[in-house]
């Protein structure tokens, strides 16, 4: 039985195209791993705290001598990381907020990335190297490659780097490039590319959650 992770972190509860991709990676999911499980947080609802001084200090203080903020800080990152390191794939939905990630996602990124606990320093590989990590993703403007705006790209290249090269993950980026133009009358022009974008991601996100499904199925 394979269990997959799944954060959320528009901070939409209606209309969010990331939201949306990751609703068809679930359903496919589930069509082709019907037994399997799935841990879901959503970080637009419950957001984890930012990390604190008591939570960086804590990961380098024996547990004896542990502070109480130390101690609570360290009990909330271990509920994040043993969630993670339970899952046998990872599905991350996003959008691009100011170039860059939701601020909740990095908090809980900061969260879970733990020396000799998810990551290593010392070129070995991590406990979750070769596992399967999607992230899908909403870009409101046009931030392919050989876009204009490419360089501007501070999420999913960002994202690949967590999680591909921190974590050892094989990880793959898929996205909806142009999603504000049906709200914003200044690119009214864009509309039919952004639904172009937006349909040819439902089919990559649903050909890699059948891949995945079935692969570790059949393992």
């Known amino acids: ?8 972190s528009s901070a939409l509860s209606q209309g969010s195209v990331s939201k949306e991709l990751a609703e068809t990676f679930r359903r496919v999911w589930a069509e082709n791993n019907p037994q399997g499980t799935v841990t879901h947080r959503d970080l637009g609802t419950v957001p984890v705290p930012h ?4 939570g960086v200090t ?9 502070n109480r903020e130390q101690q609570a800080a360290t009990l909330l990152r271990d509920v994040l990381i043993e969630e993670l390191l339970a899952a046998d794939a990872v599905l991350v939905s996003t959008p691009m907020y100011n170039w ?3 601020s909740t ?5 900061d969260q879970v990335l733990v020396n000799d606990r998810t990551i290593t320093f010392d070129g070995s590989p991590g406990p979750l190297a070769g596992r399967p990590a999607t ?4 870009y ?8 204009p705006m490419e360089r501007a790209n501070h999420c999913g290249p960002y994202l690949e780097t967590v999680f591909g090269t921190g974590l050892g993950m094989q990880t793959e980026v898929i996205s909806a490039q142009l999603s504000l133009a049906p709200r914003v009358p200044a690119m009214a022009d864009l509309v039919p590319l952004a639904e172009q974008s937006r349909a040819a991601a439902h ?5 890699r959650a059948r891949t995945l499904a079935t692969a570790l199925v059949s393992a």
Request: hydrophobic share 50%; proline share 7%; aromatic share 6%.
């Open 105 to 109: 996602l990095k908090a809980w990124i």
């Open 58 to 66: 804590a990961g380098f203080t024996p547990h004896v001598a542990m």
């Open 203 to 207: 089919q990559a996100v649903a050909e």
């Open 100 to 102: 860059s990630i939701p």
């Open 140 to 147: 409101g403007g046009g931030y392919s490659p050989g876009a």
């Open 1 to 8: 039985m394979s269990h997959l992770l799944h954060i959320d």
């Open 135 to 138: 992230v899908v993703a909403s």
């Open 51 to 54: 990390l604190t001084e008591a």
